[in-house]
């Protein structure tokens, strides 16, 4: 593997995701980029969970673009779900401002700009009739990306 694509997101299927995917790039010597969402929106419509993602962070939301909020979430989720593996992951946290009907293209894109072949992503039920269904970005990532995809579902 050249690298692999971890989206993160500020859900708790974070640290189960990216522990698998710290797992396989640890064994396979494969380097990370970790993949956050935000949009522009965010700032004022959900300034409450990019407080909680700075907090997180141990950053300054006033001081920090959503999108360095956002890379320093990544980051740290990262680092707590990689602990155990004595720090032989090497991983890059970048962000993509993207609505959510958007995102699914912004993930193909970084994952081959970036050149990364294999994508890890968590898959959501949208309904109770969509149990087969991964979810919007996830199902699209799976039907245009050209690589394997792992889908973590909740």
């Given amino acids: 593997m050249q690298s692999s694509l971890v989206v993160v997101d500020s859900a708790d299927s974070n640290e ?3 522990a698998e995917a710290g797992q396989i790039a640890a064994g396979t010597d494969t380097p990370l980029v970790l993949l956050t969402r935000v949009t522009e929106d965010e700032l004022v419509e959900n300034a409450e969970t990019l ?3 700075s907090d997180a962070a141990n950053t300054s939301l006033e001081s920090n673009s959503a999108r ?4 320093r979430f990544a980051s740290q989720a990262a680092d707590e ?3 155990s593996l004595d720090g032989t992951v090497e991983y890059d946290a970048v962000s993509v401002v993207a609505e959510e009907s958007e995102f699914a ?5 970084v994952a081959d ?4 072949d294999h994508v890890y ?3 959501r039920q949208r309904s109770p009739t969509g149990k087969a269904l991964f979810g919007d970005t996830a199902q699209r990532v799976v039907l245009n990306f050209d690589g ?4 973590l579902t909740e």
């Fill in 16 to 18: 189960r995701l990216l």
């Fill in 51 to 53: 407080q909680a993602m």
């Fill in 68 to 71: 360095e909020v956002a890379n």
């Fill in 81 to 83: 779900a990689f602990e």
């Fill in 105 to 109: 293209e912004e993930v193909i894109r």
């Fill in 113 to 116: 700009e970036r050149g990364c």
């Fill in 121 to 123: 992503v968590a898959g």
């Fill in 148 to 151: 394997p995809v792992t889908i």
